[in-house]
């Protein structure tokens, strides 16, 4: 499918859209020719684990919409706004190789116009594991749900692509979809890790190699807990992934297993999947990761 951008002359090749009304003009030849749309929503900086989030929406969808927003609202004060990781034209250049039709890279402005004032909010998923008022608190995923309900509604897509590895992000975002009637399906693909298990992520980059090395703990400690909790039982699956990582000296946020959709607390392994969950701040960077256990 060809876009029809006026602006389209990124170096890249790749079709780029700074305003809202570049981005609707530019799909609607292809929406009302029927096209299916797929949107893979990043903050940019990407790596591997959002190039499996394009490949599969290369695979699947006639036109992909990749959007590239550090999202300020999902910050929280003292967070890493400020030096969050980013390089556009590395972003482009990939996304151009990875088949990309068009990649939305609005400024603050265009998203957060002046006055703005309404906010999507998912009540009681957005309260624990990362969203603990001890913790990072509700107002990360309030600035997530509502950017992701802006971007369902500029771009309109059939399908939405999330990485697993923010699972409760997933969660959230499904029920918002369910609760607000949005029109698309969530596609959420597996986490994506480097050779020795970390979960690739953004904020890998903010470690130092000391740091990099302990950080391992965190997908060792989630294998021990799957094996165990799949063996014996998953109480002693969460013991033994809390006794890894304090084997590693890390100080968790969270070590916790949760219904994968509900994110309530479980104690036994039943007939719903477990997601067994882990929030930890290592060398100055606030990581996390997952395992997902089907009985
Ligand atoms: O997962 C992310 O990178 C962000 O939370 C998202 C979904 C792009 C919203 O800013």
Redesign the pocket.
């Known amino acids: 499918m060809s876009l029809l951008l006026t602006d389209s002359s990124h170096a890249t090749g790749v079709n780029l859209a700074r305003a809202k009304s570049e981005l609707r003009s530019a799909l609607t030849e292809a929406r009302a020719g029927g096209c299916s749309i797929g949107l893979v929503?990043?903050?940019g900086s990407l790596h591997d684990g959002h190039l499996s989030l394009l490949r599969a929406a290369r695979a699947e969808c006639e036109v992909v919409v990749m959007?590239l927003?550090?999202?300020p609202t999902?910050f929280g004060p003292g967070e890493d706004l400020d030096r969050y990781p980013r390089d556009e034209e590395r972003d482009l250049a990939l996304a151009a190789e990875a088949g990309v039709d068009l990649v939305y890279a609005p400024p603050v402005e265009e998203v957060y116009s002046e006055g703005f004032a309404t906010h999507v909010e998912v009540e009681g998923l957005t309260e624990v594991l990362c969203g603990d008022p001890a913790r990072r608190g509700p107002g990360h995923f309030r600035?997530?749900t509502t950017?992701?309900a802006k971007?369902f509604n500029t771009v309109q897509p059939d399908v939405a692509y999330?990485?697993q590895k923010?699972a409760q992000?997933v969660a959230v975002?499904r029920r918002m979809v369910r609760d607000l009637d949005f029109p698309v399906r969530i596609e959420s693909l597996p986490i994506v890790r480097e050779p020795d298990g970390l979960a690739m992520s953004?904020r890998n980059a903010y470690l130092a190699a000391g740091d990099r090395e302990r950080a391992t703990a965190l997908s060792r400690a989630l294998r021990a807990a799957a094996r165990s909790a799949r063996e014996e039982s998953l109480a002693a699956g969460v013991e033994a992934g809390r006794r890894e990582l304090e084997a590693a000296e890390i100080d968790t946020e969270y070590f916790e297993s949760r219904d994968a959709e509900s994110l309530e607390p479980v104690t036994e392994l039943e007939s719903r999947p477990v997601l067994i969950a882990v929030a930890a701040e290592i060398g100055g960077a606030r990581l996390i990761d997952n395992v997902l256990i089907w009985p």
């Open positions: 929503p990043t903050m959007s927003f550090v999202n999902q600035g997530v950017v992701v971007l999330f990485g923010d992000q975002l953004s």
